[in-house]
């Protein structure tokens, strides 16, 4: 990417902005830099590309790109490789600097340095948070002082070190952060946190287009960004990594790793963390030398392996997390005096370079410790008592595919199961199931994703607690003792095509992609109906027994102008692995036959995700995610202020994430109950849930319920506040749970035990109608994580969703959101069943009982 052409900015507009206020005095690249750095002048600095010296504005992420293609320009230590695009088609920079006589061997020095030779390799990582954006104004300063510099240390270090850039981890939040702060920024700088510069509109730039924090994903890899970036992770394997972050007002100074010691994941092996304190010497000599406070060991913590600074950790790696004071526009009042955007620059600055220096100084510990690692881990593994694991498909290929291109991200092997195997009484089919040997490279991350810990040293968490990873798939899975047969070749998964003569058309529900078939079916105006019962068919590949749920396309009901385009639609995802049976005879072998009542027609759904301040953006963005990318259904988002101008009549559903919702009023709550009497599906998570059990749906409805007496607790030392508030968090964990598989919502799981993410402590008010509730807490719910003794108590056979017909329509309550994170493709299925089978969820209401119990009434004969 070296024919970028560029074109200054007019220097009058540059001296415009000079002039904004005496206070903030204008610093050059060269004033942000080391006294000794003796900067090449043909190199050119940020602020001539720019026009504008670096943290006066904001950068936005074209401006940063093509600085960064400026420099490659004209520096012949810096390269730049576009690793992947953002959702919104931004590149993702792989900016390499190192000594111009090492940029044409890089692939020779990756080679040695993956064999344990080879240069130190850094890579620096910056503002995986959109509105943390210091860090990436900062990265433009560090690549011009590593391509400017002509200090002897710089080139020493240059001639060793191959350093790797990742000057903004999250193209499209910058962006949409830069704009706010830049379009809100004045010519003199605000300093009060509540004015709007400082407050953005909903949603935040912190998350990435679809509203997911990207600082969560190195694990489930859920977006381009990060698939990308993992990709280039082991391909580089840096020997530390570097994550800048900013952080809200609470803490007065800049933090470095190590974290909160007591909250280090076990997994991590101890030297990780002595390496992390010795590098934090570096960092607090250089804050030190610029005045600037700091802490360590606090706060923070590297527990979840699905963050920036952890995911090194179990790798071989050192992560690094940095989190400076978030300034969030030019300037900011604080407890320190008046804070500056180019204080927090420099900051980052700061800490890039005394990272370079410190890795450099300790250079030959992180090569022994890296090459040391991978061997370790193994033998920690052989001191297990199992071989490995092993995974099913639970009936869903595609679900297990999913789960097994994660791990190959991750650079995990994995291999065919070659003959039948029982473990832990279940029973795994090869072709349906694979094999994880424990002994192997990266037998750390495997046991990360694999371990169900529910024991903690420390009971206060950063983030969640648990991520088992095929619990969350809800594949069957378990350790085995010994290794099973394995085979080279992966049982191929294409299907058999549809055929074109044939009478109907079945699809199994239990597959992943069966949701994405039914709305392209819709969307071909196919008249498909879903089975309420079992029954089995004979098909073009003999007897197969069908589950509730089970699409059924008859031929003969389809308006013969959509005939091809539905039976086209069918035959291209059989022939991508999708199950889709043909039959000759609408007629069963057992179970009801296509033309019996059984059979409800599916109408089209036009869903509303309602949104706005107060609501959470991360779980309304999951069900954005679901509906854009997986189920390819359009997804309008209304913020709830505008809802009052909506007509509720053009949409089917309304989906309603967790949130606060004190702003919706009542005439509101008036309309959307009507709407739901009317036949409308309401889906309601966490406290939306609660609040949607404070709608009434009845003609009368009674005055508020009065507040129950208060409860004096005995008491408590003063200090054992933050220990007792953290038993009472449910940060997230893994739940059990039991689901009723003869309910809609339920259709197409295969198994009733269905593990669930839990986080938050909305506890769902029963229903009265005993055949509303689908999923249920276990009595002995925790699979994994942490959840405090009174919290577990309190769910223990509790529901965790509830589905109420109210009217012609349905209310859903989920406790939790089952789409956590995207990666929770498990419970994924109680959503998409509330969306397309919500509407065949029937009135349940038993004829009232009051006396004797009636005797059974005779059966009618005919
Ligand atoms: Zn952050």
Request: with cysteine; net charge negative.
């Amino acid at each position: 990417m070296k024919n970028a052409s560029f074109i200054p900015l007019p220097l009058l507009f540059a001296m415009a902005l000079l002039a904004i206020s005496p206070r903030l005095q204008a610093l050059s690249s060269a004033d942000y830099l080391p006294a000794d750095a003796d900067l090449d002048p043909s190199v050119p600095t940020p602020e001539s590309a720019l026009g504008w010296e670096v943290g006066d504005w904001h950068v936005g992420h074209d401006r940063l790109v093509q600085y960064m293609q400026v420099l490659a320009d004209a520096s012949p230590r810096v390269s730049i490789k576009e690793i992947g695009r953002s959702h919104e088609h931004r590149p993702l920079l792989q900016v390499v600097i190192t000594h111009s006589d090492n940029q044409d061997q890089l692939e020779s020095l990756r080679q040695e340095h993956l064999e344990g030779e080879g240069p130190l390799v850094v890579w620096l990582g910056y503002s995986v948070h959109g509105d943390e954006p210091s860090g990436s104004n900062a990265s433009m300063l560090a690549a011009y002082y590593l391509a400017a510099s002509r200090s002897g240390f710089v080139n020493e270090l240059l001639l060793g070190t191959v350093i790797l850039i990742d000057p903004s981890l999250n193209p499209d939040g910058l962006d949409r952060f830069a704009s706010w702060a830049n379009q809100n920024a004045g010519r003199q700088p605000v300093g009060d946190p509540v004015t709007r510069q400082h407050v953005q509109n909903w949603p935040s730039a912190r998350t990435n287009h679809y509203w997911f924090d990207l600082n969560r994903d190195w694990l489930p890899l859920v977006h381009p960004e990060s698939r990308a970036r993992i990709v280039e992770f082991h391909r580089w394997l840096p020997h530390v990594l570097t994550d800048h972050h900013e952080q809200g007002g609470r803490n007065p100074g800049f933090f470095f790793q190590p974290g909160v010691p007591s909250r280090q994941n076990p997994l991590t092996p101890d030297e990780n963390f002595e390496l992390t304190r010795e590098l934090a010497r570096y960092h607090a000599q250089a804050m030190d030398e610029s005045g600037q406070p700091y802490f360590t060991e606090d706060a923070y913590d590297d527990f979840y392996f699905g963050k920036g600074s952890t995911y090194p950790d179990i790798n071989g790696s050192v992560g690094i997390l940095f989190e400076q004071r978030a300034i969030r526009g030019q300037a900011l009042n604080t407890t320190n005096g008046l804070e500056t955007f180019r204080d927090a620059v420099s900051n980052q600055l700061s800490v890039s370079l005394s990272t370079l220096r410190g890795a450099w100084e300790l250079q030959d510990r992180l090569k022994a410790y890296q090459s040391g690692f991978h061997r370790a881990m193994m033998d920690r593994a052989e001191s297990r008592k199992f071989d490995g694991w092993i995974i099913g498909d639970d009936g869903d290929p595609a679900r297990a595919r999913a789960l097994l291109d994660v791990l190959d991200l991750h650079r995990v092997t994995w291999r065919p199961l070659g003959e039948v195997f029982s473990a832990a009484g279940q029973r795994f089919q090869p072709g349906h199931a694979w094999v994880i040997p424990a002994r192997q490279k990266q037998a750390a991350l495997i046991e990360a994703m694999m371990e169900q810990r529910t024991t903690f040293q420390d009971n206060t968490f950063y983030d969640v607690s648990a991520w088992t990873l095929p619990l969350a798939f809800n594949l069957p899975f378990t350790t085995v003792s010994r290794m099973p047969k394995t085979t080279e070749s992966p049982v191929a998964n294409r299907g058999n095509p549809a055929n074109k003569e044939a009478r109907a058309w079945l699809v199994p529900w239990r597959q992943m992609e069966a949701p994405r078939l039914l709305q392209q079916l819709m969307d071909s105006h196919a008249r498909v109906r879903s089975s309420r019962k079992a029954f089995s068919a004979n098909t073009t590949v003999g007897l197969i027994a069908f589950q509730p749920g089970a699409l059924v396309i008859q031929a003969g009901i389809q308006n013969p102008a959509h005939r091809e385009a539905i039976h086209a639609v069918l035959n291209e995802a059989a022939l991508d692995g999708l199950e889709v049976f043909s039959v000759d005879s609408t007629l069963t072998p057992a179970g009801p036959d296509f033309g019996a009542g059984h059979f409800p027609l599916l109408r089209p759904v036009r869903p509303l995700i309602v949104g706005g301040k107060g609501i959470s953006a991360y779980d309304t963005g999951t069900a954005w995610h679901l509906l854009d990318q997986r189920l390819e259904l359009a997804a309008p988002v209304i913020e709830h202020q505008h809802l009052g101008r909506a007509d509720l009549r053009d949409y089917t559903h309304l989906l309603i994430a967790d949130g606060t919702f004190k702003e919706m009023g009542l005439t509101l709550e008036g309309r959307i109950t009507r709407w739901v009497t009317d036949g409308g599906i309401l889906l309601s998570q966490g406290r939306a849930a609660t609040w949607a059990e404070s709608l009434c749906f009845e003609k009368e409805c009674p005055a508020e319920e009065a507040q129950p007496d208060r409860e004096i607790p005995s008491s408590r030392a003063y200090a054992e506040f933050a220990d007792d508030s953290a038993r009472l968090v449910i940060g997230g964990a893994i739940v059990a749970t039991v689901a009723d598989l003869s309910h809609p919502l339920a259709y197409g799981l295969s198994r009733p035990e269905l593990p669930l993410f839990r986080q938050g402590t909305t506890i769902l008010d029963p229903s009265e109608n005993a055949y509303a509730t689908p999923v249920r807490y276990a009595t002995d719910p925790l699979l994994a994580g942490f959840i405090g003794p009174v919290r577990l108590d309190e769910m223990r056979g509790q529901p965790a969703v509830i589905a109420e017909r109210q009217g012609d329509g349905l209310v859903v309550r989920f406790a939790n959101n089952p789409l956590f994170r995207g990666f929770w493709r498990g419970t994924e299925k109680l959503y998409i069943n509330a969306l397309y089978l919500g509407q065949i969820v029937q009135p349940t209401v038993l004829p009232r009982v009051t006396g004797a119990p009636v005797p059974e009434p005779e059966p009618v004969q005919q």
